[in-house]
């Protein structure tokens, strides 16, 4: 692929559909959302809004890092309060699907009355080739696929949707954030889901058990950030097992499943040979920093069958 000319052609293809009417950017951090926003700030300038809807499913200090970074490229993000809308749909919801389902009809929801509220007609999202594959396939709802299933976005939720990267894989969109002169801390970072850490809770999502796993995943990618890998995280599974406190009795505490893939586009993956070293350190600073933990696992399996993510 020749990048110059995918973003040449993109940032003119962006031009010609929006016009001279206003978009709006749906950031999340990730590589994708950060190239398209990159992409399309390119095209239209001030006439993009972006907006990082802080749903209280985010990594560590997320929301305050994304906009510092965009700030240093020139680039204003609003990040938009709405935690307690997110775990308000996702209550009482344990089914991966639907919890996924619940997720994107908020997600484009809080995006609508955004659209609505700034004038705009259109909305610019990150989807790419993987997100479109898997949910045609129906491996999973991905949260960003909506006219390729049927669903009308102006219908729907008010707005039209601009997806510049939906021919792309992830390392195809990596080249693409390289070559818009974004850095590399942005567009090498690994692949984080939209759902965000509900992706990576099972059972019911509350923001206690949010808690947990993110608390779990900055373990985990901080342990693992000199190893060469395609994704590394947590997961807090929705049983529990039996512990020991440290006066010696019995009690349940949570359990965390600790993921560390090799892949080149996501749609294959096995699972890192982590030195036993690293495996060893993750358990400790979990069970010692996370105290509802009492066991720890690594997850061996492959894609297919399973998938890199757990819900």
Request: aromatic share 6%; with cysteine; net charge positive.
């Amino acid at each position: 692929m020749n990048c110059k000319r995918f973003v040449a052609r993109q940032i003119e293809a962006i031009r010609r559909t929006v016009g001279r009417e206003k978009a709006i950017s749906a950031l999340s951090g990730g590589v994708d959302s950060a190239v398209a926003t990159a992409l399309a700030h390119r095209a239209i300038g001030g006439r993009l809004k972006i907006l990082f809807i802080d749903d209280g499913l985010m990594r560590q200090d997320e929301p305050r890092e994304v906009k510092a970074a965009f700030a240093k490229l020139g680039i204003r993000v609003t990040v938009v309060p709405a935690a307690k809308t997110f775990f308000a749909v996702l209550k009482g919801l344990t089914d991966p699907e639907e919890k996924r389902k619940a997720f994107r009809d908020t997600f484009y929801k809080v995006f609508g009355k955004a659209v609505r509220r700034s004038g705009a007609r259109f909305l610019v999202q990150g989807t790419i080739a993987a997100d479109i594959v898997e949910t045609k396939k129906g491996v999973k709802t991905q949260h960003n696929v909506l006219g390729q299933i049927g669903i009308s976005a102006r219908r729907g939720y008010g707005f039209e949707v601009i997806e510049p990267l939906k021919t792309l894989f992830k390392p195809e969109v990596r080249k693409v954030g390289r070559a818009l002169g974004l850095p590399k801390a942005m567009y090498g970072r690994m692949p984080f889901p939209g759902p965000g850490l509900a992706c990576r809770v099972l059972g019911e999502v509350t923001p206690a058990r949010v808690a947990v796993v993110r608390k779990a995943c900055r373990i985990v990618e901080e342990e693992t950030a000199r190893v060469r890998k395609f994704q590394a995280f947590g997961v807090l599974l929705s049983d529990r097992a039996t512990g020991v406190t440290k006066g010696g009795r019995r009690a349940f505490g949570d359990i965390i499943a600790v993921r560390c893939v090799d892949s080149t586009n996501a749609m294959r993956a096995r699972a890192t040979k982590l030195a036993w070293a690293t495996l060893e350190r993750i358990q400790e600073r979990i069970v010692r920093e996370v105290p509802s933990v009492v066991k720890v696992l690594y997850d061996l399996t492959p894609k297919p069958p399973s998938t890199i993510e757990y819900v």
